[in-house]
């Protein structure tokens, strides 16, 4: 009994530090990281998000972070219904992105869509937890991608172009990076028709796809190519893919003021593909009908 009361604050003090170092649920990881974030949000929907949010195996950071993910499917019935996958905090000083990602769960918790969703809204932790645009090894994940090219340009350009500007370093080689492989990992799970990448803060709608015309419903930012870099997830996606990518490049810190604003651009997603569709389609057609005239 004595030799208990002795070794009681010993057996007290190591059960508080267990506690301490006890790994939150992911439910509860993903609603203290995204609850900091700026801007308002509605207590309930993003706790009800946080409730279905997932991890990919293999889905963590270079410093051990989990990256999960948050899926709804269309709605049950709903003809022609695309993907669309959504990446945000892909930089992690960026951080209205995530602000933005945050309320497209939130919403999606409330609604039917008639598209299939999956948001990473937090793809760089480690960058995001030091407010830095690269990741915890000092590389940018948006120049990471294993574009065809990477190999004969990536640290050319970098070297050549950015004076070897470490914002932009772009890995030792490609897909290195942690955050990369879990990004690539979510493609080819998911398979989407559309990536939305979100960012900030040059205020466009940058568009890596064929030429259509800009989406009426959303005119607050301008409608843009600005064209893409060895290792950019845009390159990655649409000139080895043929699969469209849209940067949404915020207007910076005000973003988190204006959050409804972004309805729109969700809600006109499933036409970007559909445009987007209709112009490949026509292409192949012209091309089908190019070698059978030759025969």
Not at 103 to 121: C, D, G, H, K, Q
Not at 171 to 188: D, L, P
Not at 243 to 250: D, N, Q, S
Request: net charge neutral; proline share 7%.
């Amino acid at each position: 009994m004595i030799l208990l009361l002795i070794l009681l604050p010993f057996i007290q003090s190591f059960t508080s530090l267990a506690e301490e170092n006890k790994t939150p649920s992911l439910e509860s990881f993903c609603y203290e990281e995204l609850n900091k974030l700026p801007g308002k949000h509605k207590d309930d929907s993003l706790r009800a998000a946080c409730k279905e949010v997932k991890v990919l195996e293999g889905c963590e950071s270079e410093k051990g972070v989990r990256i999960y993910h948050f899926d709804k499917a269309a709605k049950e019935g709903v003809e022609g219904s695309r993907k669309v996958l959504v990446f945000s905090l892909v930089h992690g000083d960026e951080i209205p992105s995530g602000s933005v990602a945050r309320a497209w769960m939130e919403r999606l918790t409330t609604i039917e869509p008639r598209n299939s969703w999956r948001v990473v809204p937090i793809l760089n932790p480690d960058g995001l937890a030091k407010k830095t645009r690269m990741n915890g090894n000092g590389v940018d994940i948006n120049r990471n991608f294993p574009t065809e090219d990477w190999d004969n340009l990536a640290l050319k350009y970098w070297n050549e172009k950015t004076k070897k500007d470490p914002r932009r370093f772009p890995g030792k080689s490609a897909a290195s990076e942690k955050e990369t492989v879990c990004a690539i990992k979510h493609i080819e799970d998911f398979n989407p028709d559309l990536i939305l990448s979100i960012h900030t803060p040059y205020g466009v709608l940058d568009f890596d796809g064929p030429r259509i015309p800009p989406p009426r419903a959303f005119p607050k930012l301008p409608w843009k190519s600005l064209g893409n870099y060895p290792g950019s997830l845009g390159r990655y996606m649409w000139v080895d893919r043929s699969k469209p990518t849209l940067t949404v490049e915020l207007h910076g810190n005000h973003v988190a003021d204006k959050l409804e604003q972004f309805d729109k651009l969700q809600d006109i997603t499933g036409d970007i593909v559909i445009q987007t569709e209709k112009i490949l389609n026509e292409k192949k057609e012209e091309e089908t009908s190019k070698k059978n005239s030759k025969k």
